[in-house]
């Protein structure tokens, strides 16, 4: 009887280990400037979270929550935090902080501009898509493999991989966000005579920032399981509470470790959860019109142009 087992096997273990140990000799000045920048930045983050008196930070995040959500999410950020406090872990889950804000600002930075790319070119998706679709169906621990293997152990690398698994998601929405626009307003702003940079900048970008807020909160719930996993390899904070207690069997140990991961992850998906929430009025309103000022000025326009071009497409409607 014919088996599995009497079919060739292909060396393929072997094929992506010679692989990974060539671009580790000849590719190495690149992996050091990808890490550099990312090195720098975590350093600055998680020395300003750590700087910042505990009192000082509460009431802080405080105002900064209830100013992007809501005042019972801001309550339960501000009740979290002293609860992560009294659990003795503050320290840790500041470093996990900053490992997922230096996340969430490259993948804000890669990110959206490749999601985009891909809006804006059909034949860029089909090339994006399926290498998405890999990095989001692959577990966790393998994105540890070729990090460890091209920048080492340590919290660095560790953010690394962070960046790399977390990123997928927003490329995603901004790209979703941007061809759900509805096609009668991009004609409406063609009209007007936008050209192709004001249709993004001032018609397709506004009009998907829900739905880009949406896969920023994908983003940071996947930056949070990584910060966690990265513990394997290293990486310092309340993942490697949880590595600790389990490897010394200490359940309390990782019990608090995991309690406060919860407490943290809940806070952080409120509030950008609630960002991606459109409102009709108030706050929110006043957040989604900063926003789209900060678009405008970031393409070269004026921050006190007071009516825009999509203003006037939706007006044309």
């Known amino acids: 009887m014919f088996k599995a087992d009497d079919l060739a096997i292909f060396p393929v273990d072997l094929w992506i280990q010679q692989g990974v140990s060539w671009l580790a000799l000849n590719l190495r000045p690149i992996f050091l400037a990808i890490k550099w920048p990312i090195e720098n930045f975590l350093w600055l983050n998680d020395w300003i979270f750590h700087v910042i008196p505990f009192p000082v930070f509460v009431v802080g995040f405080f105002l900064l929550a209830w100013w992007l959500s809501t005042r019972g999410i801001a309550v339960f950020s501000a009740i979290s935090l002293i609860v992560i406090a009294m659990l003795g872990v503050w320290n840790e889950a500041m470093t996990t902080l900053s490992l997922i804000s230096t996340a969430i600002v490259f993948c804000a930075a890669g990110g959206i501009p490749i999601g985009i790319w891909c809006a804006r070119s059909d034949r860029v998706w089909n090339i994006v898509r399926p290498i998405l679709d890999i990095m989001q169906t692959t577990p966790s621990f393998v994105y540890l493999v070729p990090v460890v293997m091209l920048f080492g152990v340590g919290t660095v690398p560790g953010e690394v991989a962070v960046v790399t698994a ?19 307003i991009v004609e409406a702003g063609l009209a007007f005579g936008a050209d192709r940079r004001q249709l993004l900048f001032e018609i397709q970008l506004p009009l998907a920032i829900p739905t880009i807020l949406g896969g920023l909160n994908q983003t940071v719930l996947t930056a949070m399981v990584l910060s966690v996993v990265v513990a394997m390899i290293g990486a310092e904070g309340l993942g490697l509470v949880v590595l600790q207690g389990l490897g010394r069997l200490d359940v309390g140990r990782a019990a608090v470790g995991g309690i406060a991961i919860v407490l943290l992850a809940m806070v952080l998906d409120r509030i ?45 409607l």
């Open 272 to 316: 950008t959860q609630q960002l991606a929430t459109p409102k009709k009025s108030g706050r929110p309103a006043e957040r989604g019109a900063l926003l789209r000022t900060v678009v405008r000025v970031f393409r070269g326009g004026r921050p006190d142009e007071t009516v825009p071009v999509v203003t006037r497409a939706k007006e044309a």
């Open 166 to 184: 977390a990123a997928p998601p927003l490329i995603r929405f901004t790209n979703l966000g941007i061809r759900m626009v509805e096609r009668e």
